[in-house]
């Protein structure tokens, strides 16, 4: 009964590949987030969806394309993989609103070779 | 542009000890939420607490306290009696109502060493 799941909990993978991460909720939660964590913990919102529409993209690359099939899942494709992308990316899920809190994903630790 | 510092990168005491983390947040909004997340060696990000602007009342939950000051911009986080499994990453975050991003601080590295 795992509130937010990803898929897969590790990712390697050599440049220039593609990759996807997967996000699922069970909280019934309207609006969902991927963000990203670097080596140094700083984590950095990328995109936020609220019932399958993008209210967030920050400037990430266009290489970095979420989608949202319904308002439970949340992926993460990643084209033409850099050294740079590694990173560990979390998926988190909220009801809609800034005062609830985000529930987080396990994180998917994501190392370009 | 809403702006949050943890200016302690890392803070390391031994069991038993009291310990504070130190947030400090900039917003325009006079509307707007302060959260704190813990993230130990396992990776996980573990929702602590949560705040409004409107309500300055410090909150204490067992061994953890908020001290939040509005006059100073400050939501301080204080473990009473520390314990190793209180070694973890620790968060603040600020969202404004204004605004949809939820924006962290640096974080600060905690370790209770036994």
């Known amino acids: 009964d795992t509130a937010v799941s990803q898929t897969p909990k590790y990712l390697v993978t050599q440049m220039g590949n593609d990759k996807s991460i997967k996000c699922e909720q069970n909280?019934?939660?309207?609006?969902m987030y991927w963000y990203k964590q670097d080596s140094k913990k700083f984590l950095k919102i990328m995109f936020s969806y609220n019932n399958k529409e993008l209210i967030i993209n920050e400037t990430v690359p266009n290489r970095f394309s979420p989608k949202s099939p319904d308002k439970a899942h949340l992926n993460l494709h990643i084209n033409s993989l850099e050294l740079g992308d590694s990173a560990v990316y979390f998926c988190?899920?909220?009801?809609?609103?800034?005062?609830?809190?985000?529930?987080f994903g396990p994180g998917t630790r994501l190392t370009v070779t | 542009a809403q702006k949050v510092t943890q200016a302690q990168t890392e803070i390391s005491v031994v069991e038993k000890e009291d310990v504070t983390l130190d947030c400090v947040y900039e917003?325009?909004?006079?509307?707007?939420?302060l959260f704190w997340y813990k993230q130990p060696p396992s990776g996980e990000l573990v929702f602590l607490i949560r705040?409004?602007?409107?309500?300055?009342q410090n909150e204490i939950s067992g061994r953890y306290s908020w001290n939040f000051q509005k006059s100073t911009s400050s939501f301080n986080f204080t473990i009473t009696a520390s314990q190793v499994v209180d070694s973890a990453v620790y968060f603040c975050?600020?969202?404004?109502?204004?605004?949809?991003?939820?924006?962290f601080g640096e974080g600060t590295q905690l370790t209770v060493n036994p």
């Open positions: 909280l019934g939660h309207d609006t």
């Open positions: 988190a899920s909220s009801q809609e609103g800034p005062f609830y809190e985000q529930y």
């Open positions: 705040r409004n602007s409107f309500d300055e």
């Open positions: 975050a600020l969202r404004e109502t204004s605004g949809s991003r939820l924006t």
């Open positions: 917003t325009r909004d006079t509307t707007y939420y």
